[in-house]
């Protein structure tokens, strides 16, 4: 693996340039260019604003933001794991004719979605900003906790960079794939705390037998423990409604799971390097591929 991290160095300029190829080809000949990036969660999160804050009457301070915080890291997760899985397999025709390292393809996939994160997470923050000034500059939004951004997304990204090597190698052979990732990233937006809270599982689940054991068990999902941190992170903790039996309530916000988190950022790495080695292992049979 060392001798592959070494290559992959040396072939580094092509990786710049395929990321920077990659961002220019989205958004070629198109007036709103990155911002296009940001409609589509803005729409989504205006539309869950509107049924689940003002027709369904839902209390909690600062809907729309903990939903963002939320729904922006499980964009770029969906369309990174989706673009990598054609990576490889679109490039084919290159890669029978010229060698360089094959990692780069669903790298260049990932690292260019990684900076549509970054700079949708710099608009977020100016969003938080502006709001806290239409509020009166009642309640500043930014906490110490910020400081912990840059850690999370480092590990996001080893966590997404991971199942990508993974899931372009095996594309490659089994077409199949793509179409399951994309089955499975439709099912884990409702299994993960976006459109609602961990704190509605929690009270969900508190008063029933082996229910903690369960909640535990639903945090395990890294994306899950990823979403919930990214609110920690990003919104100052307020009151969230939840249902307990047949009545609404408002609770204030969980304490942080630091033993589950630190779960995720070791599966995170693992999958990062068995990720690496799987992918470095297949792509020598890219070639035989008919």
């Known amino acids: 693996m060392r001798e592959n991290l070494k290559e992959l160095w040396k072939f580094r300029e092509l990786l710049f340039a395929m990321v920077e190829r990659e ?13 296009w990036s940001l409609l589509n969660p ?13 027709l369904l009457a839902n209390q909690t301070d600062s809907f729309s933001a903990y939903i963002l915080a939320a729904y922006l890291p499980f964009m770029f997760f969906n369309m990174a794991l989706l673009d990598s899985a054609q990576s490889v397999l679109v490039a084919l025709p290159v890669v029978k004719k010229v060698y360089f390292p094959r990692e780069i393809l669903p790298l260049a996939a990932v690292i260019s979605n990684f900076i549509h994160l970054a700079l949708a997470m710099v608009v977020f923050l100016v969003y938080l900003f502006v709001v806290w000034g239409v509020n009166g500059f009642q309640g500043f939004p930014f906490t110490w906790r910020l400081g ?4 999370l997304l ?7 960079t991971g199942l990508a090597f993974i899931i372009s190698a095996l594309n490659v052979f089994y077409e199949d794939v793509k179409y399951i990732i994309s089955v499975l990233l439709y099912l884990l937006f409702f299994l993960t705390p976006i459109m609602y809270f961990s704190e509605t599982v ?14 535990t068990l639903y945090h395990l999902n890294p994306i899950a423990m990823m979403a ?5 992170v990003l ?16 609770v204030g916000s969980l304490p942080f799971n630091w033993g589950l988190f630190g779960v995720t950022c070791l599966v995170s790495l693992f999958l990062l390097v068995y990720g690496y080695h799987v992918f470095n292992k297949l792509k020598w049979r890219f070639v035989e591929r008919p």
């Open 23 to 35: 961002l220019r080809i989205r958004y070629k000949n198109s007036f709103l260019g990155f911002f």
């Open 42 to 54: 803005l729409v989504t999160v205006a539309v869950m604003t509107l049924v689940f804050k003002y």
């Open 148 to 151: 912990f951004l840059p850690f």
């Open 154 to 160: 480092v590990i996001y990204l080893a966590l997404t």
């Open 202 to 215: 929690w009270y969900a689940l508190k008063d029933r037998p082996s229910g903690e054991l369960v909640y």
């Open 228 to 232: 919930t941190a990214f609110r920690k």
């Open 235 to 250: 919104v100052q903790p307020g009151d969230i409604e939840v249902k307990s039996g047949a009545e609404s309530i408002m």
